[in-house]
């Protein structure tokens, strides 16, 4: 980049300038808040609505970011966005959900009327304007720009932001064989959690927290399989499992059994089913290595089968677990899609203040095709210790508030992270500095391919900012970071 174009950026408080070190003031300071809101939301494209939640034509529902409120509508021509006010007085037209095939939107006020397709087919008292200010550009609702993908709508505020495919390209490829646009809602539950929007999301960015978060599922780790346990000699072979192969399967069913209980869809009761058939009925080799490999390729040639038996749409499994991608993606800026098998959970993390946060979680399944599903309605948010919440995000939730807390401490500074395997959290941090300066659409566009990544993902080079020193990964990582030149 020039030197002249160097200039023209803004200045960034509180800016990323070591990959390794994020400063605690992003998570709570009212003015860096304040223009996350400014230049951020109002340029990023965002998940707005799953198109189950629009099946007829008519339906619509209200997308809300901070202060901007927007109506998602299925029209005769297709789903549409608009802003939610009304063009007389800023009225907000709508909130919450519903269908207004016969009527169209009415505002509540004054009874001005647009139909579908936003066209104002009312004005009560016309003859009392002047001529001139009801011309339909001026009256009709103000469009927003609109695009899908994986069953959802997304929107951009910005109509100079570059298209949506352009920044979900490498993701959407990557996911494609997983069927992601047709997977429906089974469940979806929501809270508010006291803490800032980015701290609910870098929870779910690495796995190093299992060891204490989560000791059940640390417990149940194979022998020899705990990658963050530190590295070994490389002089001394790996670890061989220390279980007989009946005892890998059962150790390998038992984990999964916690990941169903404990995170709702990312592993879903009907696999459990086919593990435990296979379990009673599989002859296995009398090598531990061995019959673990061959049981997880028998695991998902099983569920692919029953599933395509009743007419859902799944995916070979084992095609797809040649791919060797991370199934648990993070969708920039605030989308995650975990999967295991065939199913995902989902969540959505969006901020409502600088201290607090709406958090969504979904459980998302393959139906079978052209089996009508009820509308899936947004819930009623649930404090974040319910008791009703599955086991893994009751014990995440449990850490934010506390974590949010702790950054306030006078003595604390910034966050430290691995750069091997907490990347995900400087990688997306650098690019909303990235938003915040005023970036180019282009380096915006490559740098958010390249942050949309899996689960422990290492620091990298996102063509802008501070680039990361470079890291050669251990065994148990595959991934090396190089230095932009």
């Known amino acids: ?48 609505c799953r198109l189950e939640e629009i099946p007829e034509v008519g339906d619509w529902v209200e997308y809300r ?38 009527e169209g939107f009415i505002c509540p006020f004054h ?45 951009n505020f910005d109509e100079n932001a570059a298209p949506f495919y352009d920044y979900i390209k490498p993701i959407a490829d990557r996911l494609a064989p997983h069927n992601v646009d047709k997977l429906q809602v089974e469940w979806w539950t929501s809270s508010v959690v006291p803490c800032n929007w980015k701290l609910a999301m870098e929870a779910f960015m690495e796995g190093l927290h299992t060891m204490k978060t989560h000791p059940q599922i640390h417990a149940a780790f194979l022998p020899g399989a705990d990658r963050y346990a530190g590295p070994r000699d490389p002089d001394t072979p790996a670890s061989p499992l220390k279980l007989t192969s009946e005892g890998v399967i ?24 086919v593990a435990r058939d296979l379990q009673k009925t599989m002859k296995l080799p009398q090598d531990p290595s061995e019959a673990i490999a061959q049981f997880q390729v028998a695991m998902h040639d099983e569920i692919t089968k029953r599933a395509r038996a009743k007419g859902i749409p799944m995916p070979d499994l084992n095609e797809i677990a040649k791919i060797r991608e991370p199934l648990r993606r993070y969708c920039f800026p605030n989308v995650f899609l ?12 969006r901020p409502l203040t600088a201290e607090t946060t709406l958090f969504e979680i979904w459980s998302l399944i393959l139906y079978p095709e052209g089996e009508k599903r009820p509308r899936p309605i947004a819930p009623t948010p649930i404090a974040p210790d319910d008791p009703s919440y599955p086991e893994i995000p009751l014990q995440d939730y449990s850490n934010l508030p506390k974590q949010q807390l702790g950054l306030h401490s ?50 990298e080079d996102i063509g802008f900012g501070p680039a990361p020193r470079e890291v050669v990964r251990g065994e148990a990582f595959s991934t090396v970071v190089k230095v932009r030149a």
Not at 28 to 34: I, K, L, M, P, V
Not at 411 to 433: A, C, P, T, W
Not at 435 to 444: F, K, P, Q
Request: glycine share 6%; charged share 25%; aromatic share 12%.
């Open 338 to 349: 975990l999967a295991r098998f065939g199913n995902m959970a989902a969540y959505r993390i």
């Open 250 to 273: 059962d150790n390998f069913v038992k984990f999964q059994q916690l990941m169903s209980d404990g995170m709702g869809g990312m592993v879903h009761a009907t696999d459990m089913e």
């Open 111 to 155: 009874g001005w009327r647009y139909n579908l397709e936003g066209k104002n087919t009312f004005t009560w008292g016309r003859h009392l304007f002047s001529e001139e200010t009801l011309a339909e550009v001026d009256i009709n609702l103000q469009p927003v720009r609109i695009d899908f993908w994986a069953n959802c709508a997304f929107i």
């Open 410 to 459: 006078t003595s604390f500074k910034h966050m430290v992270l691995s750069r091997e395997v907490e990347g995900l959290i400087s990688n997306y941090q650098r690019l909303i500095d990235g938003y915040l300066a005023g970036e180019s659409e282009e380096n915006l566009c490559q740098a958010s391919q390249i942050t949309s990544a899996g689960l422990d993902w290492p620091i």
């Open 1 to 48: 980049m020039s030197s002249s174009a160097q200039t023209a950026l803004r200045e960034v408080p509180f800016k990323v300038t070591n990959p390794e070190l994020i400063p605690k003031e992003r998570y709570y300071d009212e003015e860096f808040f304040r223009l996350e809101k400014q230049h951020f939301w109002s340029k990023v494209w965002q998940m707005a």
């Open 65 to 102: 970011i901070l202060d901007q409120s927007v109506l998602i509508v299925r029209t005769n021509d297709g789903v549409k966005a608009y802003h939610n006010a009304c063009r007389h007085r800023g009225m907000e037209l709508a909130q919450g959900h519903g269908n207004c095939k016969n």
